[in-house]
């Protein structure tokens, strides 16, 4: 009998690409469904895999969003001349992101999830605003308490004006956040 040159494959299902799926699939549902009818059921549906794959990967419906949006956003862009020239380009991005089909709302949804669920939050803020908060940090040459104001700042501006108006925040807007986050690095 010939030995085969090809290595075997683990049993189970292939596994290259399921993340990217279920991530779309994630934005999807969220995004024709509303963040809080997007149940992870409905997701494995549309992902077109089985509940138990989710949850073998993300334990929670919070955890599935944080790992999502980390991929969704991948590293902030910390471009520019100056500090305030970073800080521009890095709120257009958010506010770009924030804009993309079903991001904001996946964004929105998970936040408020976190107000009651403490577990959330750590995972939150450890998986997800840390490193953008480290990064800007290290490319402002700021403290963490000014840097965190930033954040909540922009992104609380961002978030708020989606959820009041279900729209994002458009070109003239973002251009006023940018002068009050500059006014506010550099006072």
């Known amino acids: 009998m010939p030995i085969s040159a090809e290595p075997a494959r683990s049993p189970g299902r292939p596994r290259s690409g399921v993340d990217a799926t279920v991530f779309a699939a994630t934005l999807s549902a969220i995004d024709e469904l509303g963040y809080t009818r997007a149940t992870v059921d409905r997701i494995a549906a549309v992902a077109g895999v089985a509940k138990t794959t989710i949850y073998r990967r993300w334990p929670s419906k919070g955890e599935l969003i944080v790992a999502c949006l980390l991929d969704a956003f991948g590293p902030v862009p910390l471009t520019g001349a100056t500090r305030g020239d970073l ?27 976190a107000v009651n669920d403490p577990a959330l939050r750590e995972i939150l803020a450890t998986r997800f605003q840390d490193p953008y908060r480290l990064a800007l940090q290290d490319a402002l040459g700021e403290p963490e308490h000014r840097v965190l104001f930033l954040i909540d700042l922009i992104v609380g501006t961002l978030l708020h004006r989606l959820g009041m108006t279900g729209e994002p925040m458009v070109e003239r807007d973002v251009r006023a956040l940018i002068a009050v986050a500059r006014y506010a690095l550099d006072g």
């Open 87 to 113: 800080l521009e380009n890095a709120i257009h991005w958010i506010a770009g992101k924030i804009g993309e089909s079903g991001i904001g709302a996946a964004f929105a949804g998970v936040f408020t999830d």
